[in-house]
């Protein structure tokens, strides 16, 4: 029997090829039941994505429907821009079809396989989705001019960005290093044009959130990592608000995560590297 439940054991372990493993920020394995229960516990979830990523978005959807058993949600998403989110309430509440918000709305290539699931969800638990980011248009202009272009655009205009002037840190990493990955694509204002869509989310969020109620945000990863981004722009208005961070990170081996992804985030989906991507 001994050999028989041996031989058992051996086999299981053998096929045992997870494609993420979950880790905290020191890089300590954790729990998906563990990791919602402090998820739950907070006022705003930014989850950080890898835009082509099945597993980032599997989790989003899992992670949503999970925590809507514990908490009221307020939910939104880089992926939808503030000037959308006309199309995307009437949507919601059943007064357009998913063919006119596709016609109304600037939705990305892969809104029906990764972000239509996250959106459907809200429409049949009634919960408001924020579309929290800067139109592009205008993130593209400051990416060219600067923040000082935005002082061209008319009041009405306005109204689709954070209050102007945004505060605005260059010598934080994330920012820094973006000059030094991208060298020759807009130089000093390349920054500017991410944080000015950090600033519009976080605006967002803050304009959308409920006190009482959990928002989880749906972001590309570099936009909350390391807690800076999104996390620092609504620390600069609600720095008593209780924020939590997930992020994505691809390995070769997810069996021990890389120092490198070490502390991204409060919890880190670390995904096999061969994953297959959604476009």
């Known amino acids: 029997m ?13 096929q045992d090829k997870p494609a993420y493993i979950l880790y905290n920020a020191t890089g300590k394995k954790v729990s998906y039941k ?4 402090t998820l739950g516990q907070k006022d705003i979830v930014l989850f950080g994505e890898f835009h082509n990523n099945p597993i980032s978005h599997w989790l989003q959807l899992e992670v949503t429907k999970d925590l809507k058993q514990k ?3 307020v939910l939104g998403a880089e992926m939808f ?3 959308n989110q006309h199309a995307l309430d009437l949507y919601l509440q059943g007064k357009l079809s998913s063919k006119g918000l596709d016609s109304m709305a600037r939705l990305w290539k892969n809104y029906a396989t990764d972000y239509a699931p996250l ?7 009634n919960i408001v989705f924020a579309a929290t980011n800067i139109p592009r248009r205008y993130a593209s202009m400051v990416a060219k001019g600067g923040f000082a272009v935005l002082d061209t655009i008319s009041s009405k205009e306005k109204i ?6 945004v505060a605005y840190n260059a010598e934080l990493p994330g920012y820094k290093n973006m000059l030094t990955m991208m060298p020759g694509h807009g130089g000093e204002n390349l920054p500017k044009a991410q944080a000015i869509k950090d600033a519009t989310m ?21 936009h909350s990592e390391n807690h800076e981004g999104i996390v620092w722009y609504l620390k600069q208005s609600r720095p008593e ?29 670390c995904v096999d590297e061969d994953m297959t991507k959604t476009f």
């Not at 563990?34 to 229960?37: A, E, H, R, S, T």
């Not at 959106?119 to 638990?125: G, H, I, P």
């Not at 390995?251 to 880190?268: C, G, P, V, W």
């Open 2 to 14: 001994l050999v028989l439940c041996t031989g058992i054991l051996f086999t299981l372990d053998a």
């Open 202 to 222: 976080a605006h967002s969020i803050l304009q959308y959130y409920k006190p009482g109620s959990l928002f989880i945000h749906y972001n590309g990863a570099y």
């Open 81 to 83: 821009e503030r000037d």
């Open 160 to 165: 689709w960005i954070a209050p102007l002037p």
């Open 119 to 125: 959106v459907n969800f809200a429409k049949e638990n």
């Open 241 to 269: 608000i209780n924020i939590i961070t997930i992020t994505t990170a691809s390995q070769k081996d997810i069996h021990q995560l890389l120092r490198e992804n070490k502390h991204k985030a409060d919890y880190i989906i």
């Open 71 to 73: 908490r009221d949600l």
């Open 34 to 37: 563990k990791m919602l229960k």
